[in-house]
């Protein structure tokens, strides 16, 4: 049975556990602190450029094309996701482990889930629009109208938050016997349900079935939508023409192959036989890295952001200047 000293008597004296402990990074007390600057640092950058992005996008009027208005929801969920667990890390790291009440562990379970999966529909919204964007541009613009878009992007935070509470109502039933100790940085539901003395066979089926339309089924959709834009984009007879329209889908492809690589690996493929330090790297992948470089990977990419950054600094540098010498006079 694991066992672990810092939770409070009171707590092992109960018949049923109301309390976790997360243990967060064990084995590394003398990193702690470089850490916790390293994960704030990694913090404020995923919030400063996942907002330059938002902010550039609703002030820029020459970003108003459908994918600039996916690419903001998708600052948002990364901003949600990161919010949702990097506090927590950066709580286990100063305290050496930290404690989470079951409520508090099952919300974080149910937040962490919705972004998450709200994270894989969006993503596959924007192959879709890129789908429409490269083979039918004709009828682009008609088909992916305001009314269009809007309904997309909302369905895709709505069905994301009303599947996972499919799974956290069940996992509400459940009692815990103890031990409370959770070897995570953060309430995952696989090391939580470990920890129940309830039967959890039918949430890991329920969890297993709910895996293919939340991860295979989009994943799937992402990779024959560019099978399509591939073949139109062979098809363009000039050389400067395909480059141009496989940059407006690059930027998506790469985040793509990131954020799917982890989660199927994590989520999908049984993961009996890996250790929990390496179940960690993996959610770092893609709960820290991935929002971490999305707006690295949009920026440096996409030609129209990077024009519209360089016109919006141009011009604060111009009524700066312009300030500055009404100051003078």
């Known amino acids: 049975m694991i066992s672990h000293d810092f939770p409070s008597k009171s707590l092992r004296n109960q018949s049923f556990v109301t309390e976790f402990w997360l243990l967060g990074f064990q084995g590394i007390?003398?990193?702690?602190?470089?850490?916790f600057f390293l994960f704030l640092t990694i913090y404020i950058s995923i919030l400063c450029g996942n907002i330059l992005i938002i902010a550039v996008i609703m002030v820029s009027p020459n970003l108003r094309p459908p994918m600039y208005f996916f690419l903001?929801?998708?600052?948002?969920?990364?901003i949600?996701?990161?919010?949702?667990?990097?506090?927590?890390?950066?709580?286990?790291?100063?305290?050496?482990?930290?404690k989470i009440t079951l409520s508090g562990c099952i919300t974080q379970l149910y937040l962490f889930g919705s972004s998450t999966i709200t994270e894989c529909f969006l993503l596959t919204v924007m192959s879709y629009d890129r789908y429409l964007a490269i083979c039918h541009p004709l009828r682009y613009i008609t088909i992916m109208d305001q009314k269009h878009r809007v309904l997309l992007v909302t369905c895709s935070w709505?069905?994301?938050f009303l599947l996972t509470l499919t799974t956290v109502s069940q996992m509400w039933q459940l009692q815990f016997c103890g031990p409370?100790?959770?070897?995570?940085?953060?309430?995952?539901?696989?090391?939580?349900m470990a920890l129940s003395c309830s039967d959890t066979s039918s949430i890991e089926l329920q969890n297993l079935v709910l895996g293919v339309p939340v991860t295979l089924f989009p994943l799937s959709f992402i990779v024959v939508t560019y099978i399509y834009i591939f073949i139109t984009i062979?098809?363009?007879?000039?050389?400067t023409g395909r480059q141009k329209a496989f940059s407006t889908c690059s930027s998506h492809l790469v985040v793509v192959c990131m954020y799917y690589l982890t989660l199927v690996t994590l989520y999908v493929i049984p993961s009996k036989g890996l250790s929990n330090n390496l179940a960690k790297v993996q959610s770092l992948l893609y709960t820290v890295v991935t929002p971490l470089f999305n707006p690295?990977?949009?920026s440096l990419r996409n030609h129209e952001i990077r024009a519209e950054l360089k016109r919006l600094i141009y011009r604060n540098r111009q009524q700066r200047d312009k300030f500055s010498r009404a100051l003078m006079h």
Not at 29 to 35: F, G, S, V
């Open 234 to 239: 062979m098809k363009i007879s000039s050389s």
């Open 29 to 35: 007390n003398k990193l702690n602190i470089p850490l």
């Open 72 to 78: 903001a929801h998708l600052s948002w969920s990364d």
């Open 158 to 160: 709505a069905s994301a």
């Open 296 to 298: 690295i990977i949009y």
């Open 180 to 192: 409370n100790v959770i070897d995570h940085f953060l309430c995952d539901p696989t090391p939580l």
């Open 80 to 98: 949600f996701l990161t919010s949702i667990i990097i506090p927590t890390i950066l709580s286990t790291l100063l305290k050496n482990g930290d």
